[in-house]
């Protein structure tokens, strides 16, 4: 289907989902686990295992659920069917993980809320993306299309951020209170986003795709070079996500000091972020998708040590480069789904099935098992003999290893993709070579 006949306010409409999805995200990453250790009285090893395990299990559901979604069969439409159906599951459990636990909840009851919460966030990411990557068949209409993704995708993750500064700095409630109302507002956009997507934006009847072995998934990533190319720098990215936005709140607060002022930083970092969304659409036109994303990546390896010279303390110092530092946090996501887009044309053309499902389910799967290396990360805090509880008094090799993984593991991940993007070769011309061939042998 080409959205040439799609209009701007439906194609806005079509993104808007994405807002409480994207919002969903970062919380899970940056708050859930530090409220379970302050709130829930968890070990910070516990933590880590939950996390990990959710994440690991990832690698198999993921790529399930998308080849499932491929082979849907239903009048309503593949996608929209399975947005529809996993929004109330979602909404449950989003209750259960940001306000159901509380004091006294066991390992057992936190793993199971966790793992339902991921499977459930999974499916319904699969659905709108797998959609998505279908709405638009060129180049760089695929780059606005996911653009538009993107940039509601942001303002919900920027919004959702601005809630925790808001509780913390009005004095409204603790850190408790804050994850209770960003789920709150997760729970209320859901059905409303969800709802007017599926009314405005229609999709076509799509043929039966055939069934695909889990072993089949794993075969598609070692014969294909491009998807390789796609999912390696998203691993990455994900480990230097995941590392940053597991231990923000830690840095900030108990290196730098911010203790009621860091859950702002965090949200002036993701308008960073939306800010930066047209910068890599038209980045991504000028020079090509991976292309632009290497300079992104760039940018981040030299910005992120800069964050090693904030005087403590400061926030008038702090703000504006935490703006600044966001601009590149929004190319991996945008530019990275779109070039995935244009993998799922090599890969139709090369087998004759269209596996939109099974590939965005692939890319969340190396997104989501890089980040839990965010919670992973706290069970080597407690090598350090960090404290996570806010005020305590950790020692300086503590606070040492705390500011070795924030600031060095991204640093690295970042270079290490910019020299694997050097090897992608799936640019405009061999993407526009692949649709006439995919196009040609449609009309035969």
């Not at 699969?126 to 760089?140: F, T």
């Not at 969304?277 to 300079?295: D, E, T, Y």
């Not at 005087?311 to 600044?324: D, N, Q, R, T, Y």
Request: aromatic fraction near 10%; charge should be positive.
């Amino acid at each position: 289907m080409s959205d040439k006949k799609l209009s701007k306010r439906a194609l806005a409409a079509f993104a808007l989902p994405s807002a409480p999805l994207l919002a969903l995200a970062l919380p899970t990453i940056v708050f859930l686990p530090p409220h379970y250790a302050a709130h829930l009285g968890l070990d910070l090893g516990v933590i880590s295992a939950i996390f990990l395990a959710a994440r690991s299990l990832d690698i198999i559901t993921d790529p399930l659920l998308g080849g499932w979604q491929d082979r849907t069969v239903s009048r309503f439409g593949r996608r929209r069917l399975w947005l529809l159906l996993c929004t109330p599951v979602l909404m449950g459990f989003v209750w259960l993980g940001f306000s159901g636990l509380g004091p006294g909840s066991t390992p057992l009851q936190v793993a199971g809320v966790t793992l339902g919460l991921y499977l459930a966030f999974a499916a319904a990411q699969i659905a709108h993306l797998g959609w998505a990557g279908e709405l638009r068949d060129d180049y760089h209409g695929r780059t606005n299309v996911l653009g538009a993704v993107q940039i509601a995708g942001a303002i919900g993750s920027a919004l959702i951020l601005l809630l925790p500064g808001i509780v913390r700095q009005t004095g409204l409630g603790d850190d408790a209170a804050a994850v209770r109302i960003m789920g709150w507002s997760i729970i209320i956009a859901l059905p409303i986003t969800v709802g007017i997507a599926l009314w405005a934006v229609r999709e076509p009847a799509a043929t039966p795709q055939p069934p695909l072995h889990w072993r089949a998934a794993f075969d598609a990533l070692g014969a294909n070079a491009s998807l390789r190319g796609v999912l390696v720098p998203d691993f990455l990215v994900g480990v230097a996500q995941g590392v940053s936005g597991g231990l923000f709140l830690f840095y900030f607060q108990s290196v730098l000091g911010f203790e009621r002022e860091s859950q702002t930083l965090l949200f002036l970092y993701f308008v960073g972020g939306l800010v930066g969304v047209p910068l890599w659409m038209v980045l991504g036109r000028a020079v090509g998708k991976h292309r632009a994303l290497q300079i992104a990546f760039l940018f981040a390896g030299v910005t992120t040590p800069i964050i090693l010279f904030l005087p403590p303390g400061v926030f008038m110092i702090a703000a504006p480069l935490m703006l600044v530092a966001g601009l590149h946090q929004s190319a991996p996501t945008l530019l990275l789904r779109a070039m995935m887009a244009d993998v799922v044309d090599e890969d139709r053309l090369a087998t004759g099935a269209q596996r939109s499902g099974l590939f965005y389910g692939l890319l969340l799967t190396t997104t989501k098992v890089g980040q839990a290396l965010g919670p992973l990360s706290y069970a080597f805090l407690g090598m350090f003999g960090f404290q996570a509880a806010l005020g305590a008094a950790n020692t300086q090799s503590a606070l040492q290893g705390l500011t070795g993984m924030f600031i060095g593991g991204p640093v690295l991940m970042y270079l290490a993709s910019v020299w694997i993007l050097r090897f992608y070769k799936l640019d405009e011309a061999r993407q526009k070579a692949l649709r006439a061939e995919i196009d040609a042998r449609s009309a035969s």
